[in-house]
């Protein structure tokens, strides 16, 4: 497909309960913890930046307010900075500013899905391809993971999805290729199923947290069938869009950290903070402390 459409916009569905971490997400959106100095949404933000990402979407939910006010300007809390010379930490807040008129959130009254919540974000994807990330998901790598999937779609146009291989045992948790022709890091998609059982799966390739679609999965999302979990499955409706427009699997390279459970969010604490020339020597001291008293 030559000359795909600029990519320019992401959506991020942020308006999920944040349950397993109970009590913090009492008070505070999942998406607000933080790893080392930086919430999980800042991470994905970033990410899409340094893919050419210009216009942002947050699904948010209810109490999930403070995602907006973070990407704000703090004017008393920048104006005691500057008043005490604080550069450093002035430095430390850039990134969280976002152009004026860049981001707009969109409630999702309902959690009937990840299908249901790009529903809710229609009228801001119009008839442009659009980025998918999904906060919990975070990938250490050298280039960002949207932007070798950007990269990829600039080749391919169409679909984009970025996956990775799972134990066959946990297919069902996850959307599972049928694969086409495959070179070792693209491979053609021929079908999605929604969280096969291990016997039924076309393969053990799963869709992590990133995406690239374009708005031809949009009006199957507007009929709003429910799949598995009697939920609007986004798996579901891009399956139908097979054979309509170019699909493909990226194997990215990187390593992917699952942050929405309690293991994958410490193990991220760490590989994060060792990457920081600042913290790793003093994490591995502790980490040595912990590991040799057990």
Known sequence: ???????????????????????????????????????????????????????????????KDSLIDYFDIAYELESTLKERNKVDCLEALEPSSIQAGSLIAVRQQEPLGLGH????????????????LLPDDMVMSQKGCLKQLADAYYETGGNVVAVSEVPREHTNRYGILATGKDDG?????????????PEDAPSNLSIIGRYILTPDVMPHLSKLEKGAGGEV???DAMAKTIGHVPFFGLRYEGTRYD????????????????????????VREFLKKYTEQN
């Open 233 to 235: 499955q986004l798996t």
């Open 185 to 197: 890091r693209l491979v053609e998609v021929k079908g999605l199923v929604e969280k096969p059982k």
């Open 117 to 132: 919540a790009i529903w809710c974000a229609r009228s801001f994807i119009g008839d442009d391809p659009f980025a998918i």
């Open 259 to 282: 942050c929405g459970n309690k293991l994958g969010f410490l193990e991220a604490q760490v590989a994060f903070a060792l990457e920081r020339p600042e913290l790793a020597d003093g």
């Open 1 to 63: 497909m030559s000359n795909p459409k600029p990519l320019r916009k992401a959506v991020l569905p942020v308006a999920g309960l944040g349950t397993r971490f109970l009590p913090a997400t009492k008070a505070m959106p999942k998406e607000m913890l933080p790893v080392v100095d930086k919430p999980l949404i800042q991470y994905a933000i970033d990410e899409a930046r340094a893919a050419g990402i210009e216009e942002f979407c947050l699904i948010t939910g209810r109490g």
